[in-house]
């Protein structure tokens, strides 16, 4: 079977939160048919970020030829380089390179790429025509993305709507003979210039001094300092710590950076990729373990991986998302070297415990967009006046930092009526909401 897509790299500008830092000079892979949309959204969007603005990520089947006419409107010879995929390196190896034929693309010209999808797993692509890792290349600017082979016979959905779709960096998963599970990429990229609105590089608060380089994901980031400017400033939590409230919605809002959305026990696999040109990093994914090497029941059960520029892993969470508790609410993933992971090289894992049908606000108002239950597995129960779900039975207040949980220290606070419908049977400390114990387990209390 042959699978086509028409792929355009272009010059774009890559908003990346919503404080309007951005790359003035960023580029993208997109499919053609969606290139004219996202430059009117960027144009009607000037310090917003674009959804559509996304590393590509595209799908196939093993056994699958995937053809892609490949067209460059950028103003130097660029390509798409298939790591560890099978091709013809005479004709689709996105290089110039030796005494075969050129491969990259002149501004304004197409090619034909052919791809065989031999394994399942993930193929990182990247442009070969211009290479370096200085500023003004095409990686560091954003021109990556993944191709992503599923098992033979698999299918994919809008993890929203329940559609099928064509390219996205999150994607349901479905075989007629295997589990579904979300698939989410989660693509590492840094050192990307990085400009705030009045064009110049962003300025540290505190210090006056140009702010760290861009350490994102996903073509998205949330810096420490822009935050902490927000409570220095007095437009949210008074008395409030940068540091302790950085990952808190109820004082911020949602962040920009990746909110990777689930319910309780879904099967997940998170596509692991470095995309930059530059640092290693650290994956830290709290909550949740795996096993590291997904294809060894033997291998070591870990909860951080080390990753350089121009690797990938397959990150799958044991027993689903929310780990053998069950744990729902918001799991922090992030780069584990802290000075990345305060320069806004983070993000979230979001574990549901209702059903989200598009019905439901955020305490803050926003609306919390619909969530297609993974089809072989019992779908959460509808959201009720008493049992309202994560995170709508919190006691807290918009714009102030999250209450401290009940129970959680001698003298602390009690449940409120809509925290004790949300507790398991016996709540105590440690256990409120889910109970780490398993059944029958030996349990040792300390005060």
């Known amino acids: 079977m042959i699978r086509r897509y028409h792929v355009v790299a272009i010059p774009i500008r890559i908003v990346v939160n919503t404080f309007g830092d951005h790359n003035p000079n960023g580029m993208m892979y997109v499919l053609k048919e969606n290139e004219q949309k996202v430059k009117d959204l960027v144009k009607k969007n000037p310090f917003s970020p674009v959804e559509l603005v996304r590393p590509l990520v595209i799908r196939a089947t093993e056994g699958e030829i995937i053809e892609i006419l490949f067209e460059n409107k950028i103003h130097f010879h660029t390509s798409m380089h298939f790591q560890e995929a099978e091709y013809d390196v005479c004709q689709s190896d996105g290089a ?63 993890p929203e709507t329940g559609k099928t779709m064509n390219s996205g960096i999150y994607a349901d998963i479905h075989h007629p003979l295997l589990p579904s599970f979300r698939e989410y990429a989660w693509i590492f990229h840094d050192e990307m210039e990085v400009n705030d609105l009045t064009g110049n590089r962003p300025i540290n608060h505190l210090t006056n001094q140009e702010e760290e380089s861009f350490h994102g994901v996903n073509y998205r980031y949330e810096p420490l300092n822009r935050r902490q400017q927000l409570i220095d400033e007095g437009v949210v939590c008074p008395n409030c710590e940068g540091e302790e409230v950085h990952h808190d919605s109820w004082v911020f809002g949602d ?42 029941l033997n291998s070591e059960v870990v909860d951080s991986q080390s990753i350089s520029p121009q690797s990938h892993y397959t990150v799958e969470p044991l027993y689903g998302l929310g780990s053998l508790q069950g744990s729902f609410g918001d799991a922090v993933v992030h780069c584990h070297l802290y000075p990345h992971f305060a320069a806004g090289m983070w993000g979230m894992n979001r574990v549901f415990n209702t059903l989200q049908d598009g019905s439901q606000c955020y305490p803050n108002g926003v609306p919390i967009k619909p969530l297609q239950p993974l089809p072989d597995t019992k779908a959460p129960p509808k959201p009720t006046k008493l049992k309202p779900g994560f995170p709508n039975f919190i006691p807290g207040k918009v714009g102030y930092k999250a209450p401290r949980p009940p129970l959680g220290i001698k003298g602390g606070r009690g449940l409120t009526e809509l925290e004790r419908h949300a507790a398991i049977a016996n709540p105590r400390p440690g256990a409120v909401f889910t109970d780490p114990c398993p059944v029958d387990t030996p349990v040792k209390e300390f005060n």
């Open 96 to 158: 110039n390179v030796g005494f075969n034929k050129d491969s990259t693309v002149a501004p304004g010209d197409t090619i034909l790429y052919r791809i065989h999808a031999v394994n399942e797993g993930t193929y990182i692509f990247s442009d070969l025509g211009n290479p370096s890792s200085g500023d003004e290349a095409s990686n560091i600017n954003g021109l990556i993305g993944s191709l992503f082979v599923e098992k033979r016979f698999s299918w994919w959905t809008d």
């Open 255 to 296: 962040p920009s950076a990746p909110i990777l959305r689930g319910y309780v026990g879904d099967s997940a696999k998170i596509r692991l990729i470095h995309g930059g040109v530059k640092e290693t990093h650290v994956f830290h994914y709290h909550v949740h373990q795996w096993l590291s090497d997904h294809q060894d």
